[in-house]
Every structure is written in C-alpha cells, then in structure tokens.
C-alpha cells in the first residue's frame, strides 16, 4: 500500500536535508513538506498522513507539545507516528521526546537504512491499529444495522426516537415519523418464497437509503415495515419524502418472478410540533393509525394522522386512537 509522510521543518535547509533521507529509505510513494503546525493542520484534513517527521530543536518543547496535542485529539490522527530529528543526540533529549509524545527520536546523522528499520516498525504498528479501529467500527455498525438492508435495526430506532422526542420537546424544534409497510407482503412470500420476500425488503431498504437525507435516521421497524425519523422535519415535507420514496420504489419495480407486479407502499406520518409532551410510542401508534387510514381506502397511499375522534373503520366502528390496533 502506498504509504505517505510528512515532514515539518521552518528551516529550507532541514527540509530539503529531511526529504532526501527519508526518500532514501524507499517506503514513502509521496513525501510532503510544511513548514510549520498550522500548515500541517491544514494537510492532515486533506491528505491521508501515515507518518509525520518533525525537525525539532531542543530543549524547545511548545512546538511538540502543540503538535502532539493537536493529533492526540483526533481518533484519525491520534495513531498517527510523530517522529522527530534533532541535531542533539544527547539520552536526555531524546527521553525529553517521548515524554512529551513523540514516537521515535532520530539524530540528524542516522543512516537511510537504519531509518528505514525503525520506520518499518512504526508503521506496521500503526497498520495493525488501524486495521482494528476498523474492525471495531465494523462491529458497532452491525450492532446497530440490519443486515438483510442494511438500515438501522430497530434497537437503534427505539434509542434515537426516544432522543429525538426529548430533544424536540427541549427545543420546541418539530419531529416527524413516517412508517413504510409493503402491500400484499405475506401473500407474496407466502407464494413466492422467502428468498422472494428478501429481495422485495432489500429493494425497499434500498430505495430508501438512497432517498432519505443525510439528516433522515432510516431503520427497518419490523419484519416488513420500515420507519424513517424525521428530525426538524414538518409533516407536509414527510409527505413528500414519502412520495419520492413510492415513484423510486416504482420505477427500479420488483425483478423477476415479479417483473410484471406493481410493488405498492402504504405509509403513514405523524408528526409533533414541539409544544407539550411527546411520548414516542404515541408516534409510533399515529403513523400505525394514518397506515390503517390510507388502507381502508385502497392499498398504495400516504397519510398524515389527524387526531379525528370520528374516523371509522372499514366495519363502520370508530377507530380507538387512543389504543391502535394496526396490523401494518
């Protein structure tokens, strides 16, 4: 793997002595020059640094102590080796070094291959953490991802509607939820086949990942249903989310064995304007109740819930708002 270092130096003289060095070691693709902490500041947020080389004067610490918190700050940058060259060889300099953070403290007059030596470890070192940050990062996500669509599970939605709902209620800020359920999703795997169901909720997954903003918290809710959290979001601009969701879901279309059927969402939204307490169940139960609204005139449609004491139900009984019974 390309591996690329940096090297600070206010000196002309040190850097073009530095780079010539370390180039003779013949482990950097790309080796970049500043001059000072700020320009590296700026390098280190647009380049990918794997090692970072400092010409440093002691007994002169503020420099590396800037530096070297500078780094410790950030979990990208916090790995990263910070190895210093001074022209003072003494043990005491070089412990003053690493007591202050440094990873390595090389005298001017080492050798491009003993260099290369001592880099080698430093950076299979950094390697192996990285790899593990990685891997770490990795298992966080799947502890909080679905793994058929790759949305957030419903663990992690239970966490952030909770937030969310306290946050909103603390800033007066509006909230909406919206509630996406498959039409007809049992009868097609029950006659299609499980693996059938699966591609159906992937496509589903799909479309909304890539619909959704970067704001939106997209999660599979249950087994068939998804749930979108909509912070700051008002109802009517969840509606039309919604929407942009249904015309994807019907042009990519289910393939086949149903390339010729008609992939149909009923969704349902609720909403909280921020005044009064917000009890995040009640949310759920409401975009539940506006679903059931949307289906008793026909599969396929987007309803925003309405605290309407007379809604009925397709049996002409009035619907319990206060206790849903939606099967979405």
């Not at 080389?53 to 503020?62: A, I, M, R, T, Y």
């Not at 009640?282 to 005139?297: F, I, S």
Request: hydrophobic fraction near 35%; proline fraction near 5%; aromatic fraction near 6%.
């Amino acid at each position: 793997m390309p591996q690329t270092s940096m090297i600070i130096s206010s000196l002309s003289s040190s850097r073009d002595y530095l780079l010539r060095l370390v180039d003779c070691t013949r482990i950097f693709s790309r080796i970049l020059c500043v001059r000072n902490k700020q320009e590296a500041i700026e390098r280190l947020q647009t380049e990918e640094i794997d090692t970072i080389f400092l010409d440093w004067q002691p007994p002169e610490v503020e420099q590396l102590n800037s530096l070297a918190e500078v780094l410790g700050d950030r979990e990208e940058w916090c790995d990263i080796p910070l190895l210093l060259f001074t022209p003072d060889p003494q043990r005491d300099a070089e412990i003053l070094a690493l007591q202050k953070g440094a990873g390595d403290c090389f005298d001017y007059g080492i050798t491009a291959r003993e260099l290369g030596a001592r880099l080698h470890h430093h950076l299979a070192h950094k390697q192996r953490t990285d790899e593990l940050r990685a891997e770490n990062s990795q298992l966080a996500k799947l502890a909080i991802s679905d793994r058929l669509t790759g949305l957030y599970n419903r663990s992690y939605f239970d966490v952030v509607l909770e937030f969310e709902a306290a946050r909103c209620q603390r800033h007066g800020s509006v909230l909406s939820l919206l509630i996406i359920t498959i039409d007809s999703f049992n009868w097609l795997e029950n006659n299609f086949g499980h693996r059938v169901g699966d591609s159906l909720l992937r496509l589903t997954g799909d479309v909304i990942q890539v619909t959704a903003r970067k704001s939106d918290i997209p999660c599979r809710f249950n087994y068939q249903d998804f749930a979108i959290i909509l912070p700051d979001t008002p109802t009517p601009d969840a509606f039309l989310l919604a929407e942009r969701i249904r015309r994807e879901v019907m042009i990519n279309g289910p393939k086949k064995p149903l390339s010729h059927f008609t992939l149909s969402l009923s969704m349902g939204i609720s909403g909280h304007a921020g005044n009064g307490i917000i009890d995040p169940r009640n949310l759920v139960d409401e975009a539940y109740c506006a679903v059931e609204t949307g289906r008793r005139h026909g599969a396929g449609r987007t309803e925003i819930f309405h605290h309407d004491p007379q809604i009925l139900t397709r049996n002409g009984h009035r619907l319990d708002i206060e206790h849903p019974q939606g099967h979405a």
